[in-house]
C-alpha cells in the first residue's frame, strides 16, 4: 500500500506532527551547540599546553562564511543564517579568551552599532570611540581587544592608518562585511583591527600606507594596472598618505616600479595589514 501523503490527513494532525518535528530540530540543534562548547574547552586546553595563541582566526573564518553562502538554499534568508553563524563563532572565540570591541561612532553610531551587533552580538562587550585614532590607541593597549573603523571615513579623519605602521603596532586583520551584497543588513564596510597575528592572518589582500611627497595623477592607473585600489588618503606634515589595497602576490618592488611609472620619484611604503579577498553574493545563486 502507497503512504499517505498530508492530503489525506486531518490538518490538525500535520501541524501537530511539524511541530514534533520542530521541536526535536531546535534540539537537536541546541545539543550541538553544546556539543561545539565542549570541543572549545579540549581547544582551549590545548592551546594552554602549546603556551596560548590567537583566538582570532580571520582566515578561517572568512572561508566558513564562503562555504555557508555557496551551501545555502531554501526559504530561510541568508541575513538569518550569516547573522546566527557570526555570533556564533565570535561568542565561542569570546569563550576561549574574553575580548571587546572598540568601535569608531565619529560618523554616526547607528550603522556602526548594526555592524558590530550583527557581527559579533550581545555576549562580546562594545566601547564606543570618537575617531580611528582612539580606536587604535585602546587596542594598542588591551592584551586581546579588536577594533572596527569605517572603511569609508579616511578623508575626514585623516590619515589613522600611519598608527599601524611598525612591527608592534596594531594590524588591519579583516574586512566586514565577510559576505559582501547589495541588501546587506549590515553592508556598512569597516576594517577590523587587532595587535599582529602570527600564523591566522588572512594574506588574499595587502594593505600598505604610501607616503608620497606630492600627488600624481596617474597614481590610481598605476596602482589599478596591479590590481590595486587606493582606499584612503589624507595629507600629513611632509605629504600625502595613501592607504593602498594590493592582492598578496603583488610585492612592494612592483609598488615601487608602477608608482615611478606614474612620476612619483620616491614613496615609503610600510604594511599595516592584510584580510581575505572580498566574497560577493547574489541571491538568485542561492536556487
Request: hydrophobic share 45%.
Amino acid at each position: 500500500m502507497a503512504p499517505s501523503s498530508d492530503a489525506d490527513k486531518d490538518p490538525l494532525a500535520i501541524l501537530n506532527e511539524l511541530r514534533v518535528d520542530i521541536d526535536r530540530i531546535d534540539a537537536e540543534v541546541h545539543a550541538l551547540l553544546m556539543s561545539r562548547g565542549e570541543i572549545i574547552n579540549r581547544l582551549i586546553a590545548v592551546k594552554a599546553r602549546q603556551g596560548g595563541g590567537s583566538a582570532f582566526r580571520p582566515g578561517r573564518e572568512a572561508e566558513m562564511m564562503r562555504r555557508l553562502a555557496e551551501r545555502h538554499r531554501g526559504p530561510l534568508p541568508l541575513d538569518t543564517v550569516e547573522s546566527i553563524w557570526r555570533i556564533i563563532i565570535a561568542t565561542f572565540t569570546f569563550v576561549q579568551s574574553n575580548y571587546s570591541v572598540h568601535v569608531d561612532i565619529v560618523g554616526g553610531d547607528a550603522a556602526m552599532r548594526d555592524s558590530e551587533r550583527f557581527h559579533f552580538g550581545f555576549t562580546v562587550p562594545s566601547i564606543p570611540h570618537h575617531g580611528a585614532v582612539g580606536v587604535i590607541d585602546a587596542v594598542a593597549r588591551a592584551s586581546g581587544d579588536l577594533g572596527m573603523v569605517r572603511i569609508d571615513g579616511g578623508v575626514t579623519a585623516g590619515p589613522w592608518w600611519t598608527r599601524l605602521i611598525g612591527p608592534d603596532a596594531p594590524k588591519i586583520i579583516a574586512r566586514l562585511p565577510f559576505v559582501e551584497r547589495p541588501d546587506h543588513p549590515a553592508g556598512m564596510p569597516v576594517y577590523v583591527i587587532a595587535k599582529p597575528l602570527a600564523d591566522a592572518a588572512a594574506r588574499e589582500i595587502l594593505l600598505h600606507c604610501v607616503h608620497l611627497e606630492r600627488w600624481r595623477d596617474g597614481v590610481p592607473a598605476a596602482l589599478a594596472t596591479l590590481g590595486g585600489e587606493i582606499i584612503g588618503n589624507a595629507a600629513d606634515e611632509t605629504g600625502l598618505s595613501l592607504l593602498v589595497a594590493v592582492p598578496a602576490r603583488v610585492d612592494a618592488p612592483a609598488i615601487h616600479g608602477a608608482l615611478a611609472l606614474s612620476g612619483v620619484s620616491a614613496a615609503r611604503l610600510s604594511e599595516v595589514g592584510s584580510h581575505a579577498a572580498r566574497f560577493s553574493f547574489h541571491r538568485s545563486e542561492a536556487g
